[in-house]
């Protein structure tokens, strides 16, 4: 009995943190098209305020950023560094640039209706 109530209260705490409310961060506006450059070199993100326009971005390099690990630490699909994509952002005015990669995260694993 006394084995369980130990358990019992050495995951209570974990319950509570499960629990807490997510609080979605998305970026106000996503552009994302395949990418009609025939160029196999990345062409690159400029940073405007507000704004993030990258162009001929492969698939591993968006989930490289939104997950914060380096680009070979990345184990997708062959097919995921010569799907490329140009993509358009717009930040919300109430997020900061740090918050830029869990927006990314959204934006790659929640679908947008």
């Known amino acids: 009995?006394?084995?369980?109530?130990?358990?019992?209260?050495?995951?209570?705490p974990h319950g509570v943190l499960f629990a807490q409310h997510y609080e979605r961060v998305d970026f106000e506006v996503v552009s994302i098209k395949p990418s009609q450059a025939?160029?196999?070199?990345?062409g690159g993100c400029q940073d405007n305020p507000g704004?993030?326009?990258?162009?001929n971005m492969?698939?591993?390099?968006?989930?490289?950023?939104?997950?914060?690990?380096?680009?070979?630490?990345v184990i997708a699909p062959?097919?995921?560094?010569?799907a490329r994509f140009d993509l358009e952002v717009k930040l919300p005015e109430d997020?900061?640039?740090q918050?830029?990669?869990?927006?990314?995260?959204?934006?790659?694993v929640e679908p947008r209706v």
């Open 1 to 12: 009995m006394t084995r369980i109530a130990l358990i019992v209260l050495l995951l209570a």
């Open 38 to 42: 025939d160029s196999g070199a990345n």
């Open 51 to 55: 704004r993030s326009i990258c162009r």
């Open 58 to 73: 492969p698939l591993s390099n968006m989930i490289s950023v939104a997950y914060g690990v380096p680009l070979y630490r």
């Open 78 to 82: 062959d097919w995921s560094t010569t």
């Open 95 to 97: 997020q900061t640039r």
């Open 99 to 108: 918050q830029f990669p869990e927006m990314m995260r959204t934006m790659l």
